[in-house]
């Protein structure tokens, strides 16, 4: 890992760990500052990619951007997301070690744009026969479909991805792309049936219906007006200026046939989506505490699109049949119970639709050639950054505990890296201290004694548990813990603010206050029997799929969805720890979305939320700056006449290096000669050097111009 120096940077400092005042919260954010307002958008801490959202297009994604960072040292070029790219593709290719990208930030920061950014240099950068083409166009075209289905309008993103991706790409041994492979993580599913205020459900819907032709929606008895639809209705009114949707559902349909969906899959697909918005417009009423349909001929269009038999899809709306020891009991749902249920159906099939097409786009890019590409992967992770909201739910304590985890990766594998380079070039280690946010990781997923496992005692509990019940729960158990703060014990001025329904973590990146309303009901995922089995029988094949007859024939109770979320959580971090990791850390500058705004204080909370002081203090608590010898000379050679113009003592680079910061002066408190790499302790030498070679560099320039204009006079006489 080494740090670079680009002609002392036009604006700040293009790596922070060249920053002098580097403790300083108020230099950090001056030197982003600096930058943002330069169109430097890109800014380094080492090898960790810092990208602050510019909410405009800059020219600085071309083909020949491209060109000019292929094949180039990492610190030859500005700080951009080409470079990191590159850095992992060369030590995927050239050192056959699997790489993956983590991309990180929240809502708006931008992160889907980098993984983009990331996809745009693997494909022109790799081969270009038939076959590769094929899959790269397989690749590239997975994002629209993606963000079609995953996608939604939020307060603080118009196209915010409510859903985590991690992408494998397999490469044969030339480089060569040859498939692919996508999980995905925690969709917000909660979105189909409400949003809030100003909000919308997720893409697909608006353009299905801006976008689809007279026929096609026709067919599914659809009409374009946004406010016909219930599901709709919540949040946002009308349609959105910056997006649109019409030419965005083309994208989508174009998209589905490259990946080679059938025109019967793609039938099938708009046909549960369509079913979604008419199941939304399905009404009850109650007589005598029996919930009956108000809006027969909507329960029949639904079943046309899902390929069910009406009168069982009604009956099962309004009824629940349970086994209780082999008795079996059918009994009648109220209004609300039956509300639910809609609900609970609408959510389900939209979230297996979701999984059922990422696993069909994982059959797309499935590889066909497995020879010599069993290390050759690259993943790249875009997923939902730390959450604070003004009401923060189950949702956004996944969200936040996911980022633990990350974190703790994170400083895991900075640590690694850095003593790993120390020891290769046998420089000693200084231990480093630093947060281990271990404490709070424990503090949620435990055996026994976590969050995790006490919500999910609570909702296996016979009786009656409540969403307060579990509170009172954690409370017990957990009152003492340093990082946990409950009503009843915490102090007079946070039970002012703070509700008799929440829970306060002490969190990495800050404290959140969680609302535990909903928490059971959205941690029990529960979706009746009596649909999951009129589903099974689906004439619609992709319903039917997702809703498989043995899960019917299982006596064993689903686990849970925080369980779920935590065991794919685990295997994630797994992959990524069998992975040369490089990151890019997405920056909001203002919440407005509008370009040249730089808000210090969201950019503050963000730098904190991404510990991005933290690394920077790991990453300086040695050595600023390490450079190769043969590069640190061939750059500095021109300021000792022992090197000038060419080294010729014994023991190449690094001899000619020892000699060089002898004649600067260097002390040794300065800096340690390692095996290959030369390092320096402080910035100050650094730019003490280069604004050296920056002064000689010009006197050098006039010597040659004046030595080659006496040649042109001469060879005129």
């Not at 709709?232 to 969906?261: H, M, P, R």
């Not at 046998?426 to 201290?433: A, K, L, M, T």
């Not at 503090?443 to 009786?463: A, F, M």
């Not at 992959?575 to 969201?602: A, H, T, W």
């Given at each position: 890992?080494?740090?670079?120096?680009?002609?002392?940077?036009?604006?700040?400092v293009?790596?922070f760990v060249l920053?002098e005042?580097?403790?300083?919260?108020?230099?950090?954010?001056?030197?982003?500052?600096?930058?943002f307002?330069e169109n430097?958008?890109?800014t380094y801490?080492?090898q960790?990619?810092i990208s602050?959202?510019p909410?405009?297009?800059?020219?600085?994604?071309?083909?020949a951007?491209?060109?000019?960072y292929?094949?180039?040292?990492?610190y030859e070029?500005?700080?951009?997301?080409?470079?990191?790219?590159?850095?992992?593709?060369r030590?995927?290719?050239?050192e056959?070690?699997?790489?993956?990208?983590l991309?990180?930030?929240?809502s708006?920061?931008?992160?889907t744009?980098?993984s983009k950014?990331?996809l745009?240099?693997?494909?022109?950068?790799?081969?270009?026969?038939?076959?590769?083409e094929?899959v790269?166009?397989?690749l590239?075209?997975?994002n629209?479909?993606?963000?079609?289905?995953?996608n939604?309008k939020?307060n603080?993103?118009d196209n915010?991805?409510r859903?985590?991706?991690?992408m494998d790409?397999?490469?044969d041994?030339?480089g060569?792309?040859?498939?692919g492979?996508?999980l995905?993580?925690l969709?917000?599913k909660?979105?189909?049936?409400?949003?809030?205020?100003g909000?919308?459900?997720?893409?697909i819907?608006?353009?299905l219906?801006a976008?689809?032709?007279d026929?096609?929606l026709?067919?599914l008895?659809?009409?374009?007006?946004?406010?016909?639809?219930?599901?709709l209705?919540?949040?946002l009114?009308?349609?959105?200026?910056?997006?649109?949707?019409?030419q965005?559902?083309k994208?989508?349909?174009?998209?589905l046939?490259v990946i080679?969906f059938?025109?019967?899959e793609?039938r099938?697909?708009?046909?549960?989506v369509?079913?979604?918005?008419?199941?939304?417009n399905?009404?009850?009423?109650?007589?005598?505490?029996?919930?009956?349909?108000?809006?027969?001929?909507?329960?029949?269009?639904?079943a046309?699109?899902l390929g069910?038999?009406?009168?069982e899809?009604?009956a099962?709306?309004?009824?629940?049949?349970?086994?209780?020891?082999g008795?079996?009991?059918?009994?009648?749902?109220?209004?609300e119970?039956?509300?639910?249920?809609?609900?609970?159906?609408?959510?389900?099939?939209?979230d297996r639709?979701?999984?059922?097409?990422v696993?069909?786009?994982n059959?797309?890019?499935?590889?066909?050639?497995?020879?010599?590409?069993r290390?050759?992967?690259?993943g790249i992770l875009?997923?939902?950054?730390?959450?604070i909201?003004?009401?923060n739910?189950?949702e956004?304590?996944?969200?936040?505990?996911?980022?633990?985890?990350?974190q703790?990766?994170f400083?895991?594998?900075?640590l690694?890296s850095?003593?790993?380079?120390y020891?290769?070039?046998g420089?000693?280690?200084i231990p480093?201290?630093?947060f281990?946010?271990?404490v709070i990781?424990?503090?949620?997923?435990?055996k026994?004694?976590g969050?995790?496992s006490i919500?999910?005692?609570?909702c296996?509990?016979?009786g009656?548990?409540t969403?307060?019940t579990f509170?009172?729960?954690?409370t017990?158990?957990?009152?003492?813990h340093h990082?946990?703060?409950?009503h009843?014990?915490a102090?007079?001025?946070i039970?002012k603010?703070m509700l008799?329904?929440e829970?306060r973590l002490v969190?990495?990146?800050?404290?959140?206050?969680y609302s535990?309303i909903?928490?059971l009901?959205?941690n029990?995922d529960?979706l009746?029997r009596d649909?999951k089995?009129?589903l099974s029988?689906?004439?619609?094949k992709?319903?039917?799929?997702?809703f498989p007859?043995?899960?019917?024939?299982?006596?064993?109770r689903?686990?849970?969805?925080i369980?779920?979320?935590?065991?794919s959580l685990?295997?994630l971090?797994?992959?990524?720890?069998?992975?040369?990791?490089?990151?890019?850390?997405?920056?909001?500058?203002?919440?407005?979305q509008s370009?040249?705004v730089?808000?210090?204080?969201?950019?503050?909370?963000?730098v904190?939320y991404l510990?991005?002081?933290?690394n920077?203090?790991v990453?300086?608590?040695?050595?600023a700056?390490?450079?190769a010898?043969?590069?640190f000379?061939?750059?500095?050679k021109?300021?000792?006449?022992?090197?000038?113009?060419?080294?010729?003592?014994a023991?190449?680079?690094?001899?000619?290096?020892?000699q060089l910061v002898?004649?600067l002066?260097?002390?040794n408190?300065?800096?340690?000669?390692?095996?290959?790499?030369?390092?320096?302790?402080?910035?100050?030498?650094l730019f003490?050097?280069?604004d050296?070679?920056?002064?000689k560099?010009?006197?050098?320039a006039a010597?040659?111009?004046?030595h080659?204009?006496?040649?042109?006079?001469?060879?005129?006489?």
């Amino acid at each position: 890992m080494e740090t670079g120096l680009h002609e002392r940077d036009r604006a700040g400092v293009q790596d922070f760990v060249l920053l002098e005042n580097y403790q300083s919260e108020d230099a950090f954010i001056d030197n982003l500052k600096k930058r943002f307002q330069e169109n430097l958008i890109y800014t380094y801490i080492g090898q960790v990619l810092i990208s602050v959202n510019p909410y405009k297009q800059l020219p600085i994604y071309s083909d020949a951007h491209i060109k000019e960072y292929k094949n180039k040292h990492f610190y030859e070029m500005p700080p951009h997301v080409f470079a990191v790219t590159d850095n992992a593709f060369r030590s995927l290719i050239e050192e056959n070690r699997g790489q993956c990208v983590l991309i990180s930030g929240e809502s708006g920061s931008g992160k889907t744009e980098a993984s983009k950014k990331v996809l745009q240099y693997i494909a022109a950068c790799s081969g270009h026969q038939s076959t590769v083409e094929g899959v790269k166009d397989k690749l590239l075209k997975s994002n629209p479909v993606l963000e079609a289905f995953g996608n939604a309008k939020t307060n603080r993103n118009d196209n915010s991805s409510r859903f985590g991706k991690y992408m494998d790409i397999q490469f044969d041994y030339k480089g060569a792309p040859i498939g692919g492979n996508i999980l995905n993580y925690l969709l917000e599913k909660s979105r189909v049936v409400a949003q809030m205020g100003g909000e919308r459900n997720f893409h697909i819907f608006y353009q299905l219906l801006a976008g689809g032709d007279d026929a096609l929606l026709t067919e599914l008895r659809l009409e374009r007006a946004l406010d016909s639809y219930n599901y709709l209705s919540d949040g946002l009114k009308g349609n959105l200026s910056s997006i649109d949707d019409a030419q965005n559902f083309k994208q989508v349909q174009q998209a589905l046939s490259v990946i080679d969906f059938t025109a019967d899959e793609q039938r099938e697909i708009f046909g549960i989506v369509a079913s979604i918005l008419h199941l939304g417009n399905v009404n009850f009423e109650e007589t005598e505490g029996n919930a009956q349909v108000v809006s027969r001929d909507l329960v029949v269009t639904v079943a046309r699109l899902l390929g069910v038999n009406a009168s069982e899809l009604s009956a099962a709306l309004t009824h629940r049949t349970i086994d209780a020891r082999g008795d079996v009991v059918t009994s009648p749902l109220n209004q609300e119970l039956a509300v639910y249920a809609k609900d609970a159906l609408a959510k389900a099939v939209y979230d297996r639709l979701f999984s059922w097409l990422v696993q069909r786009l994982n059959i797309s890019l499935q590889a066909r050639e497995t020879r010599g590409a069993r290390n050759n992967v690259m993943g790249i992770l875009d997923i939902y950054g730390f959450e604070i909201f003004n009401k923060n739910n189950f949702e956004q304590f996944c969200i936040n505990f996911c980022n633990e985890k990350l974190q703790q990766l994170f400083i895991e594998l900075t640590l690694k890296s850095e003593q790993d380079e120390y020891r290769r070039e046998g420089i000693e280690w200084i231990p480093v201290e630093y947060f281990d946010n271990k404490v709070i990781c424990n503090l949620i997923e435990e055996k026994h004694k976590g969050i995790i496992s006490i919500l999910d005692e609570e909702c296996l509990r016979p009786g009656e548990p409540t969403d307060i019940t579990f509170l009172q729960k954690l409370t017990n158990k957990l009152s003492e813990h340093h990082h946990y703060v409950c009503h009843e014990k915490a102090p007079t001025h946070i039970q002012k603010i703070m509700l008799r329904d929440e829970f306060r973590l002490v969190h990495y990146a800050g404290e959140v206050t969680y609302s535990v309303i909903g928490f059971l009901d959205k941690n029990n995922d529960l979706l009746f029997r009596d649909l999951k089995e009129t589903l099974s029988k689906a004439g619609n094949k992709i319903v039917r799929s997702c809703f498989p007859e043995q899960e019917l024939r299982s006596k064993k109770r689903p686990e849970t969805a925080i369980t779920q979320f935590r065991t794919s959580l685990n295997n994630l971090m797994d992959i990524l720890m069998c992975k040369e990791p490089s990151y890019i850390r997405c920056i909001k500058p203002n919440d407005l979305q509008s370009p040249g705004v730089f808000n210090d204080q969201l950019v503050l909370h963000q730098v904190k939320y991404l510990g991005l002081m933290e690394n920077l203090r790991v990453r300086r608590a040695g050595f600023a700056y390490r450079r190769a010898y043969d590069l640190f000379l061939e750059r500095y050679k021109c300021l000792s006449k022992s090197t000038w113009p060419n080294y010729k003592g014994a023991g190449g680079p690094k001899a000619g290096v020892q000699q060089l910061v002898k004649d600067l002066g260097y002390d040794n408190e300065q800096y340690k000669m390692g095996e290959t790499k030369l390092f320096i302790r402080w910035p100050r030498t650094l730019f003490d050097t280069e604004d050296s070679y920056q002064a000689k560099k010009h006197d050098i320039a006039a010597i040659i111009q004046a030595h080659w204009k006496g040649l042109v006079q001469r060879a005129s006489i």
